[in-house]
């Protein structure tokens, strides 16, 4: 399949510049970033098989002796293009918080406790629709010194792989109606309301399964459109 | 209207997801618990071509060296094909991937074991010179910026259409510099801003 990828879908990242998150200030380049063409050098990405991922990658409740504490929740959704095709065979890695909001990296020395059957590491593979799913726990607001009283919202960061290189993304998964939303620069670092939406999760009350887990959704869609031969003449 | 979901950062936390084996040195065991999907080094026992390292820093605007860093570097193989559906004169049975990743360690140091890239067809067929994609996550920033690494030692960088739209005098930032060893090392360094500000792409 022979994708464009309009340079134009990026209005909707963040600037890298952006003040209210500190970090970015001594991180974010200073000159224009220059447009080049898309050679096969952008055009092109990498490809993982089943075989990057083991059978229960996608389960974080089950790597320890025991269960992890917290809410059990089920995240799910579909990778997608920017024409809202599945894209299969995409490597969907996530990272988070436990349920305390505590990191298992040993940087965060936060006082909230670690919890021993929690890691918060999961990757799966998405299959034919695009589709994907991870149990997991729903992790907790943490505490950040980017400003004082600073809280992240309850968010699972995700790293995901498309047709191209250029469609490589890592993003956060938030969870609906989180009240610190307002107050989080990471998340408002996306200016435009309905974009900063598309990184929330919608409750899943069909897929929640009685008696044992919540269910959210989050769809993913990456760069990439059909080529036409009028988005062709455009392109080149 | 695109409906694109953005890009967030990688964040401080995420090599015991993303690189839990190998460079990073973050965990006093050496290791997270969790296994590497993606290894820095990209050597498979059935790929041909010169074998070499890379070594680099990224450097903040104060010029300190970013230790919380991911690294992800896509290339070709020493044929110039790449390993992916969008080139369709890759090779079915190699098992050279041409993909890698590496968290930069406590010092800022990132490294990749790999086979030096053959050239690439570029725009109008004209050939690009040996070179490799690089995109780089960190905490502070938003989203990868991407950039490219060519090597020291190419005459073919001179006609490379890509370095060719480079102001001249920024050019150097994408050069990784051959010193030698074997397999030979070739040390690229990003400075995300200064002076030397590498050359970033917006693809
Ligand atoms: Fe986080």
């Not at chain 1, 997608?80 to 909001?101: I, Y």
């Not at chain 1, 400003?147 to 998964?173: E, Y």
Request: aromatic share 10%; glycine share 8%.
């Amino acid at each position: 399949m022979s994708l464009i990828y309009p340079t134009k879908s990026l209005e909707n990242f963040p600037k890298h510049l952006t003040p209210g998150y500190k970090s970015t200030v001594k991180r974010s380049p200073t000159k224009p970033l220059m447009i080049i063409p898309h050679t096969l050098s952008e055009l092109t990405g990498p490809i993982y098989g089943h075989n990057a991922v083991q059978e229960g990658d996608n389960d974080l409740t089950k790597q320890h002796k025991g269960e992890p504490l917290g809410e059990r929740i089920i995240v799910h959704g579909q990778v997608l293009d920017e024409d809202r095709r599945p894209v299969k065979n995409a490597l969907v890695e996530l990272w988070q918080a436990n349920a305390c909001g505590r990191y298992v990296h040993n940087v965060d020395q936060h006082p909230a406790p670690l919890d021993p059957n929690f890691t918060g590491a999961g990757r799966t593979v998405t299959d034919d629709n695009g589709a994907y799913k991870f149990i997991t726990v729903k992790p907790g607001a943490y505490p950040w010194g980017n400003h004082p009283n600073a809280w992240r919202p309850n968010h699972i960061h995700f790293s995901v792989f498309g047709h191209s290189f250029v469609s490589r993304l890592v993003t956060q998964m938030y969870f609906p109606g989180d009240y610190l939303f307002p107050f989080d620069p990471i998340f408002n670092s996306v200016t435009d309301e309905k974009a900063r939406n598309r990184m929330v999760a919608s409750f899943d009350l069909e897929n929640t399964v009685p008696d044992w887990a919540l269910a959210f959704k989050f769809d993913i869609v990456l760069r990439g459109r059909e080529a036409t031969p009028l988005d062709n003449d455009d392109h080149h | 209207m695109s409906e694109i979901t953005p890009s967030q950062t990688v964040g401080p936390f995420f090599a015991y997801g993303l690189t839990p084996v190998g460079r990073c040195d973050w965990d006093p065991n050496g290791t997270y618990s969790w296994k590497n999907s993606v290894e820095s080094n990209l050597v498979t026992p059935d790929v041909s071509g010169t074998r070499i390292r890379i070594e680099g820093t990224v450097f903040d605007g104060d010029n300190k060296p970013i230790n919380d860093c991911m690294i992800e570097i896509w290339q070709a193989d020493a044929q110039g094909r790449y390993a992916s559906p969008g080139d369709n004169r890759s090779l079915p049975n190699t098992q050279f991937k041409g993909f890698g990743r590496s968290a930069t360690d406590k010092a800022g140091i990132f490294a990749f074991d790999t086979i030096k890239p053959g050239a690439v067809p570029g725009p109008g067929g004209k050939p690009q010179a040996p070179h490799i994609v690089v995109a780089i996550f960190s905490r502070g920033m938003l989203r990868q910026v991407y950039t490219r690494l060519y090597f020291s030692d190419e005459a073919a960088n001179a006609a490379d259409p890509v370095l060719g739209l480079v102001p001249a005098d920024r050019r150097g930032t994408l050069i990784a510099h051959k010193e030698g060893g074997e397999p030979p090392l070739y040390r690229f360094n990003v400075h995300m801003q200064g002076d030397n500000e590498t050359v970033f792409f917006e693809i």
